[in-house]
């Protein structure tokens, strides 16, 4: 009888490897490279209007930065990439030479037809186990947005909005976020 041992990578052993090849997204799940698609219309649009939405009210109140689309070690065996994230003005530092060393304030995940699970279930617990305070998850194709609060090990439910709603997430209770604004209608 022969025994066969397997080995996970580690997040040190991923963030190793070189860059996406093109048209593919590299994450690592519990020591095993996974590999999905590059993200669809709906996705990219939702992506670069509430990272503008974003940007432009934290460059007006000077309260961190945005960050898109970058590894992020969530556990010695698990790097994810948020579709966007931030970190507050204090927290800064653990951005540094292009590593993220600890969790962000918020992390968002645009739901895609092949990631509703990955997304709205195993993210959300990785992410409330790594400590990240606020969790987005935005769906351009029902055209819902939720929030999530971290209390204590898992997340609660702070908010929801849809189709033409005009919201208010935590970490930014003074922003409104038209949800109207995310939606790609397809038409040119």
């Known amino acids: ?105 918020l992390c968002v995940e645009i739901v895609s037809p092949s990631s509703v699970k990955i997304d709205r279930v195993d993210k959300l617990r990785e992410y409330a186990a790594y400590g990240v305070a606020n969790y987005w998850t935005i769906d351009p194709i029902q055209k819902t947005a939720e929030a999530y609060v971290l209390s204590g090990p898992s997340y609660a439910l702070a908010a929801r909005g849809k189709d033409d709603d005009k919201v208010h997430f935590p970490p930014f209770p003074e922003l409104e976020i038209p949800l109207a604004k995310l939606w790609w209608t397809g038409a040119l």
């Open 1 to 105: 009888m022969s025994a066969t041992a397997t080995t996970r990578m580690t997040a040190r052993e991923f963030l190793q490897l070189p860059e996406d090849p093109s048209g593919v997204r590299r994450e690592l799940v519990n020591g095993e490279i996974v590999v999905s698609p590059s993200p669809n219309l709906f996705h990219s649009h939702v992506d670069r209007r509430l990272s503008q939405i974003l940007m432009n009210y934290i460059d007006a109140h000077a309260t961190g930065k945005v960050f898109g689309d970058v590894d992020n070690a969530v556990s010695k065996f698990t790097v994810r990439r948020p579709d966007v994230f931030y970190f507050s003005g204090p927290r800064l530092p653990l951005v540094a030479a292009g590593a993220v060393l600890g969790p962000p304030d």
